[in-house]
């Protein structure tokens, strides 16, 4: 199947820093991402949805200025957290969706984030 | 707007019997895909099955079926010869519209977390 990939895995950074999460996808043109955030023992929360060359689509709650999302390519996405909080520490995830004539139903996920804000 | 409910959340199984997860949507969309994901204690998201709204037969793969009863809106996900690896979360997810073409959002149900006892 289709890998994505998640840089980095784990990252810890001091409070009001700013931490930029990729995504990428390694074998296949990802017209659409998604980014998800996940609490512990809880379920995924989607958080925005970009689309390549477009400003990203953020979900009711989700602070656009503070999770910057920027799908510059067909291959990548980059979500930052600005000036970070310990509330922001949690498991994000990345998906990506192959679009256009070779689309399928299948959604591909990254093997997650994890960010501790001290 | 769509909505998914796992109202289990937590099962146990003995290793080798079978085992079933509910899962039940909410949609006033005629079109939409119903997806089953395994998450090990990695948080990675491993998919494992696939339904869409208008097939006809029940989607199986391996030792996972899907018992889709779509006037009764559930999509519970059948494990057959529970084995101990598969102890983790597992997701109920939909998305609406069409199988293709289609860059809707992904929404996740609560999760169920599954124990194989040995």
């Known amino acids: 199947g289709a890998v994505v990939s998640q840089h980095p895995s784990r990252v810890i950074c001091k409070s009001g820093t700013s931490v930029k999460i990729e995504c990428r996808s390694l074998d296949f043109q990802a017209t659409t991402m998604f980014w998800y955030r996940q609490f512990p023992k809880k379920s995924l929360m989607l958080m925005a949805t970009?689309?390549?060359?477009?400003?990203?689509?953020?979900e009711q709650g989700v602070e656009k200025d503070k999770f910057l999302i920027n799908h510059a390519s067909l291959t990548l996405s980059t979500l930052t957290v600005t000036s970070a909080h310990p509330e922001d520490s949690s498991f994000y995830i990345c998906?990506?969706?192959?679009?256009?004539?070779?689309?399928?139903?299948?959604?591909?996920f990254g093997p997650g984030t994890r960010l501790t804000v001290t | 707007a769509q909505k998914i409910t796992q109202t289990q959340p937590g099962m146990f199984v003995q290793e080798k019997e079978a085992v079933t997860l509910d899962c039940t949507y909410d949609?006033?969309?005629?079109?939409?895909?119903l997806f089953w994901y395994k998450q090990p204690s990695s948080g990675e998201m491993i998919f494992l099955i696939y339904q869409g709204s208008y097939d006809q037969q029940n989607a199986t793969e391996g030792r996972y079926s899907l018992n889709f009863q779509k006037a009764r809106k559930s999509a519970n996900l059948v494990i057959s010869a529970s084995q101990l690896g598969d102890s983790a979360m597992y997701f109920c997810a939909m998305r609406e519209g069409g199988p293709r073409y289609n860059n809707n959002d992904m929404r996740f149900g609560a999760g169920t977390r599954l124990t194989v006892k040995p």
């Open positions: 998906s990506a969706r192959e679009g256009g004539s070779g689309g399928s139903y299948e959604q591909y």
């Open positions: 949609t006033s969309d005629p079109s939409y895909g």
């Open positions: 970009s689309n390549e060359g477009s400003k990203a689509t953020y």
